[in-house]
């Protein structure tokens, strides 16, 4: 079956521009997790959805940041006002278990 | 504090050679711990969960509860072992909530 989507794959942006990043998790997987990967950072952990709890969103570095997930299914991750520090690639996971799945990421670049 | 640690950002071995890519971390409860690896253009993708005990492409790693490390080894290093390795720890049973390392590249060299 089909894995994690993510849209765009690469997205290039101006500084201060908000920019929306897209997550399709794998259907039936109750969480879903947002990661930061940056050079040298290793994978940064942003905020946690799980069923229909209120999500944790304890890793979120500033509050130029949000995310939801509607229906239990697609995410979205939404950074406002982009400054030059956010670029990275997002990755997003989901699971029903232990196993973190993860999508391809989404490359963001702010210029 | 959690934290997980990978000391090498770098780590290059000759093919055939063996190779251990340090992990250890800080938790006072029992954590539970794996190992994620990403080869060249791929995802990010499970390779070793320590409850499994298990061994992956030649790879084990043992949780040292005292030393509180979660080191990963192989014998006889492959050049398809080439990837970037992550150590990650899960504190609360049912969330699987990680907490990442910084990453190790492995390269092995022809």
């Known amino acids: 079956g089909a894995g994690v989507s993510q849209s765009p794959s690469n997205k290039v942006t101006e500084k201060g521009k908000d920019v929306e990043l897209r997550c399709d998790p794998i259907s039936g997987h109750t969480a879903l997790y947002w990661y930061r990967q940056s050079l040298g950072q290793g994978l940064e952990f942003l905020i946690y959805?799980?069923?229909?709890?209120?999500?944790?969103k304890s890793g979120l570095p500033s509050d130029r940041f949000s995310a939801e997930r509607t229906g239990g299914s697609v995410s979205t991750l939404t950074i406002q006002r982009t400054q030059q520090e956010d670029s990275a690639v997002y990755l997003c996971a989901s699971s029903h278990a232990y196993e973190q799945y993860f999508g391809p990421g989404t490359r963001l670049t702010v210029t | 504090a959690q934290r997980v640690t990978q000391p090498e950002k770098l780590l290059s071995v000759f093919k055939g050679a063996p190779v251990e890519l340090k992990c250890n971390y800080s938790y006072s409860g029992s954590p539970e711990l794996f190992w994620y690896v990403q080869y060249s253009r791929q995802r990010l993708q499970l390779l070793l969960r320590h409850i499994s005990r298990e061994s992956i492409k030649g790879f084990t790693a043992d949780l040292n509860k005292g030393e509180t490390s979660f080191h990963l080894k192989k014998p006889f290093a492959q050049e398809e072992d080439s990837a970037m390795y992550y150590c990650a720890l899960s504190t609360t049973s049912g969330t699987y909530k990680y907490i990442f390392g910084t990453g190790t590249r492995l390269k092995v060299l022809a």
């Open positions: 959805f799980q069923g229909n709890s209120a999500p944790d």
